[in-house]
């Protein structure tokens, strides 16, 4: 779907090269730029999942050669995804003022935890740092308990990369209606606060408190986790009546009167602790068993191996094992191409003589 389109990336962590490795994965030509004679950050693999689908070249971005050739990759590119702290593009004489110099119609993709401006913006911060400020980690965990969400989701990933990835779309677009190249401000609080916005309807109607445990969706015995007896545990999130219904029913609690109320919070303690009684007394596969095919909008909760061989996602293909490598396929999907594997993984380095070879030529 984005044939065409050639974008740039200096190796970096965590949400610039997903949102990369997106791009690559819809069909963008992603050239990861590697440090040269560098190696993985720590903790990651040599040859990480997300540089699948790139073509890799190594750079010292010191070197006033190796500068040249990153300058004529910008020229010839419509982006390019940087996820430094706001300042080091610059120092290294590669901020946006002067690779647009050499395109005019550069889209220039920053990703930060904090943003290019504001108090915070030269401090650090991961993940679950930005989410705390932003207001998206409040209601991420039982109510009396600390908030914890799933590592990266919904920061690095959700608030950061996919907003990077949109806003690099939006940018290359409007360059090529011909308004010039632009800057995006990618930040996790920017796009991690925007996800709140969903969220933030019930607040216009009265269904949203900051009190946790007093919200819709925060609080009530049909919107969590529950542990099963075998150590497993099953999500339930039946939210409407009519799916309320369906889950009372399967569990024999239609009559009983501890559930006559769905919506009343002084009640949901006293649910949530009868629920967690029953689901505890059976492993996960008999509850399993108990709502299969119904509307009662509960599941299992997996861990990623699981998953892999869960029946609806083994017949959409979601996990796939490439290399010895597990990995989800690209999403989302387009009914006018071919679901597509993962690309592969370049090794670093690996298209460093073909692309210089091409550079030549142009």
């Known amino acids: 779907m984005l044939e065409g389109i050639r974008v740039v990336e200096i190796e970096g962590l965590g949400p610039a090269p997903f949102a990369a490795m997106l791009l690559a994965d819809l069909g963008a030509d992603v050239i990861v730029v590697h440090r040269k004679n560098g190696g993985p950050a720590h903790g990651m693999p040599d040859r990480s999942l997300i540089d699948r689908g790139k073509r890799s070249i190594e750079l010292d971005l010191k070197s006033t050669d190796d500068v040249e050739v990153l300058k004529s990759l910008v020229a010839r590119s419509d982006a390019l995804v940087e996820g430094f702290r706001p300042g080091v593009m610059e120092r290294l004489g590669l901020g946006p003022e002067v690779l647009s110099a050499h395109n005019a119609d550069l889209v220039y993709g ?170 505890a007394r059976q492993p996960r596969a008999h509850w399993e068993a108990v709502f299969e095919g119904s509307d009662a909008c509960v599941a299992p909760a997996l861990d990623p191996e699981q998953s892999a061989h869960d029946p609806h996602m083994k017949a959409r293909g979601i996990w796939r094992e490439i290399d010895g490598v597990m990995q989800a396929a690209p999403a989302p999907r387009f009914s006018t191409r071919p679901d597509p594997d993962p690309g592969r993984v370049p090794a670093r380095g690996e298209h460093s003589v073909e692309i210089r070879n091409w550079l030549e030529t142009q």
Request: aromatic share 10%; charged share 15%.
């Open 110 to 279: 920053r990703m930060t935890g904090w943003g290019q401006t504001g108090p915070r913006a030269q401090t650090a911060g991961h993940d679950l740092n930005y989410i705390s400020v932003s207001g998206a980690l409040w209601y991420s965990a039982n109510p009396g308990e600390p908030p914890f969400s799933p590592p990266t989701l919904v920061g690095d990933i959700g608030g950061g990369a996919l907003y990077l990835a949109v806003g690099i779309l939006a940018g290359i677009h409007a360059a090529r209606n011909g308004r010039g190249g632009c800057v995006v401000d990618a930040s996790i609080v920017d796009g991690s606060a925007h996800m709140m916005n969903l969220l933030m309807t019930m607040r216009q109607s009265g269904h949203l408190s900051t009190q946790r445990g007093r919200s819709l969706l925060d609080g009530p015995h049909w919107s969590r986790c529950y542990a099963c007896a075998d150590g497993g545990f099953i999500s339930v999130q039946c939210l409407e009546p009519k799916f309320y219904t369906q889950f009372l029913d399967r569990l024999g609690l239609n009559d009983d009167p501890d559930f006559a109320d769905q919506y009343d919070m002084d009640a949901w303690p006293r649910q949530t602790a009868i629920l967690a009684g029953m689901f």
